[in-house]
Nanobody, 120 residues
Framework: VQLVESGGGLVQAGDSLRLACAAS????????MGWFRQPPGKEREFVAT???????YYSESVKARFTISRDNAKNTVYLQMNSLKPEDTAVYYC???????????????WGQGTLVTVSS
C-alpha cells in the first residue's frame, strides 16, 4: 500500500489543522492506520491509531485535542488537530499495519510525511 499525506502547514498556537492520508489499493479497510510525528531533533513518536472497526487510541500529549478517523470508501485516514501548541511542531507521518498498537515496528507502510509548524 502507498500512503500520501497532505494538509500540513504553518499555523498559530490555538489554531486547528486537518491532515489527510490517502492510501492506494483495495485493501485499505483491512489495515490498522496510525499517525506518528517527528519533532525537530527528536525521535519519531506515536500520535494516534485507528483500527479496522474504528477503535482509536491516542498519546497522552494529544488526547482530547486530536481526533483520528477513517473513511474506507475514500481510502483515507484523517487527523483533526485542534488547540495546536508550538510543541506539536513536527513532521507528521501516516502509517499502515496489521496489528493495533503504538509501536513503530507494527507499521510496515509509511508515507513521506507532512510538516506542521505551530508558531507561538
Amino acid at each position: 500500500v502507498q500512503l500520501v499525506e497532505s494538509g500540513g502547514g504553518l499555523v498559530q498556537a490555538g489554531d486547528s489543522l486537518r491532515l489527510a492520508c490517502a492510501a492506494s489499493g483495495r485493501t485499505f479497510s483491512t489495515y490498522v492506520m496510525g499517525w506518528f510525528r517527528q519533532p525537530p531533533g527528536k525521535e519519531r513518536e506515536f500520535v494516534a491509531t485507528i483500527g479496522r472497526g474504528s477503535r482509536t487510541y491516542y498519546s497522552e500529549s494529544v488526547k482530547a485535542r486530536f481526533t483520528i478517523s477513517r473513511d474506507n470508501a475514500k481510502n483515507t485516514v484523517y487527523l483533526q488537530m485542534n488547540s495546536l501548541k508550538p510543541e506539536d511542531t513536527a513532521v507528521y507521518y501516516c502509517a499502515a499495519g496489521l496489528s493495533f498498537g503504538t509501536r513503530i515496528e507494527l507499521y510496515g507502510y509509511w508515507g513521506q510525511g507532512t510538516l506542521v509548524t505551530v508558531s507561538s
